[in-house]
């Protein structure tokens, strides 16, 4: 079965400052897809950014970033220039080429930035 | 744009009592799920579906129920609760069975406490 990793309950980042979130997994697959997701403190869940495993390339979505080691099995998302209103939980997901929809979830971040 | 939307918001039960939580989707999607979040435990899959009349069992699928009448509604129902199905519950859908890096959807979650 997947595990997904999270090894940092808590961060803080200074408001402007940049901070990386870290994420392991675990899986015998090839083809899969991995995901951050936000969860702020009204709970709605948002996508934040996702993975393709068979793109090298690290996906970027405006101040968000992904830093993906598919040998190390490693996904890890910096936050650039951070902002007040990116303070929330942070979820890591995988998702398995053979799984559907099926998300597997780790433990989340909770991320606290500070002005 | 309403979504996923899930009913109730916020529920105290007793042990032994039983209830539904109601989730509906107006985007046509296949795929729902309901997840439980629990602290330190991130989200875990309990019960999905494909389609209308096709419904399959998560991570931990013990103590509820779940039906799929038509494609916009997916209830879930707990039949005798208990103070370990305490949690947060999430409704999330996606468009589309094959997987790839499609998006889930999530309702804004219920809060179920039983005393």
């Known amino acids: 079965a997947q595990t997904v990793t999270q090894s940092q309950p808590e961060m803080s980042v200074q408001e402007a400052e940049t901070v990386t979130l870290s994420c392991t997994y675990d899986t015998s697959e090839s083809d899969y897809y991995l995901f951050w997701y936000k969860q702020p403190p009204s709970r709605q869940m948002i996508l934040v950014i996702r993975?393709?495993?068979?793109?090298?390339q690290n996906a970027t979505e405006n101040r968000f970033s992904v830093n993906f080691q598919k040998a190390a099995k490693s996904f890890s998302l910096k936050i650039s220039d951070s902002q007040l209103g990116d303070a929330a939980m942070y979820f890591c997901a995988y998702k398995g080429a053979t799984s559907g929809s099926r998300l597997t979830f780790g433990e989340g971040t909770q991320l606290t930035v500070n002005p | 744009n309403a979504g996923v939307t899930q009913t109730p918001k916020f529920q105290v039960l007793k042990t032994g009592q039983s209830m539904t939580l109601q989730c509906a989707q107006d985007?046509?999607?296949?795929?729902m799920s309901w997840y439980r979040q629990d602290p330190g435990m991130g989200l875990r899959l309990i019960h999905y579906s494909v389609g209308a009349g096709i419904t399959d069992q998560g991570e931990v699928p013990n103590g509820y129920n779940v039906s799929r009448s038509t494609t916009e509604d997916f209830p879930l129902r707990l039949l005798s609760a208990a103070p370990s199905q305490t949690s947060v519950y999430f409704c999330a859908s996606s468009v589309g069975l094959t997987g790839g890096a499609r998006e889930l959807f999530f309702g804004e979650g219920s809060r179920l406490t039983v005393l």
């Open positions: 985007m046509n999607h296949e795929y």
């Open positions: 993975q393709e495993a068979y793109k090298q």
